[in-house]
Every structure is written in C-alpha cells, then in structure tokens.
C-alpha cells in the first residue's frame, strides 16, 4: 500500500497530525454517521434534591479555624515571663515542647547581631535557608538585606535581627493559628528584653505582631506604636527581602522605607 515509503516517516507523520491511538483495522468516515439519539432523562434524575439547610450549615462550620489551645497559650506566656535575659530566653525556647513546629524543624531560629542596637529587625517565618542556619534573613534573603542596610550607612553590626517564629513551619507553610499564638509570647518577651527604640517588621512579620489581618501591602511604610510591658517602641512595616527578590520594580518602595528609616534614627541621634 505505501510501496517503499519508510513506515517510521508515517508513523512520525500521524504523530505530527495529532493520530496517537488506533482502534480498528479500517478508517471509518465520520461525517457520514448519523448523529446518535439522545434519550429523555428520566424525571427523577433530571430532578436533583438540593442541599439541606443542615448540610450548608455544616460544611460553613468545618470551614472555621480550630480555636488556640489556651493551657498551650498560657504556657508559653508563663515560660517567656519568667525569662529574665535574652540567654535565658534562648535557652527557654530551645527547651520548650509545646509547640508542634519544633519537631520538624532542623534548627531553633533564634537571632543574630547586636543585642544593644536599637534597631531591632523582624524576619517572616524562616524558610529553608534559616532552618538550615538557624539564623534569621539567611541566603540570598541576607545579601539583600545586608545591602539595604549599606544604603543607608547601616552595617549587621548596627542592628539586631530575630524571627518571628523560633521554627520553621513544614514544607514552608503558613503557620497555624495555635502555631502562631503560641510562638507569639517568646517574640514580644524578645522585644521587652531588648527595649529597642525602633523595629522593622518584615513581611508578614507585621500583620503578626499587630494582630491584623491585612496584608504587608496596606501595612508597610505606616509607623506603629507597640506596647511590651514598660517598652514601648516604634515599628514600620516594610517588603521582605525574598518579596523584592521575586519583585525588583518593588525596591523604588523600599527604597522610601528605608530612607523613612534613615531618618528616624537620624532624628533620635542628631
């Protein structure tokens, strides 16, 4: 039938033309079929029942986040109060069991830098690079970082960075609700220990300490009071490093951060 064509060349040719299946030994022509009958579907099949009120009302139910673990809570409260320094700090959250993330986590993210600086920065939860460190704003993240701080005459020596969780969440995930409550007690205790006069909150850094629920868009470049204790201290919002890495046209918004920044310390030591 092909008399000496190459029977590859056609096989290659059917491919091309999107032939990928055989199914008989004769081509059918399927113009020339009549189109099939479609029978009527039967009344009660055409007539589904709807949803019940209860089947709606459970499935809104299911949606809701489970509630914190409040003797979890209250825990970690009474563990990071009774922390009187950042090394017993350090070493309470390395000790402590109550929170699940600690298992899968290769490191305790703690924080690196200088403890009296007060300049205090603020990571998102770790990612892989800081878990494998178990320092905050490691990897690429870091490099950025370092050269921010260079822009506006800052070395990592002027500042002093932890994280926002001590460990980092599986598979890089979001933190849990009862995750992040319980967490949350260890970085303000940090915070109170430390008695910086300014804080950088990174990412979503922000809407965790502040407790909102917007995103780092409609939080950054807008100065907040917070409330530890007897410290009260200043904090900005501002773009992860790894958020401009992905995002380069948004370092020009960055940029007004940090020189919002620059100014600050500037004004409180002239």
């Given amino acids: 039938m092909y008399g000496n064509a190459n029977i590859k060349q056609i096989l290659d040719f059917y491919l091309e033309a999107g032939v990928n299946e055989t199914i008989g030994e004769t081509p059918i022509d399927h113009f020339a079929l009549k189109p099939p009958v479609k029978s009527a579907p039967a009344e009660q099949t055409a007539r589904r029942p709807l949803p019940t009120a209860r089947a709606a009302t459970v499935s809104v139910s299911a949606a809701k986040p489970p509630r914190p673990n409040a003797e979890l809570v209250n825990h970690a409260k009474s563990v990071a109060a009774d922390c009187a320094t950042i090394d017993a700090l350090k070493n309470a959250i390395e000790l402590f069991d109550g929170c699940s993330l600690k298992e899968l986590a290769t490191h305790t993210v703690f924080a690196r830098g200088n403890a009296k600086s007060p300049l205090m920065l603020i ?15 490691s990897g690429q993240s870091g490099e950025l970082l370092s050269k921010m701080l260079n822009a506006i005459g800052l070395s990592e020596d002027d500042v002093y960075m ?3 969780l001590p460990w980092r969440p599986p598979g890089g995930r979001a933190p849990t609700t009862e995750e992040q409550a319980v967490c949350l007690p260890f970085v303000e205790r940090h915070i109170e220990l430390t008695a910086p006069q300014t804080v950088i909150l990174f990412g979503e850094a922000a809407s965790f300490l502040t407790g909102q629920k917007s995103g780092i868009n409609r939080l950054r470049g807008k100065w ?16 992860h490093p790894a958020f401009l890495l992905e995002h380069p046209a948004s370092k020009k918004i960055a ?7 620059q100014s600050a310390i500037n004004a409180a030591h002239p």
């Fill in 123 to 137: 990571d998102r939860p770790a990612a892989s690079d800081e878990d494998r460190t178990g320092l905050p704003f």
């Fill in 162 to 164: 932890t994280s926002i």
């Fill in 224 to 239: 907040l009071t917070m409330e530890y204790g007897e410290t009260s201290v200043r904090a900005l919002p501002m773009f």
């Fill in 255 to 261: 940029w007004k951060d940090l020189l919002a920044i």
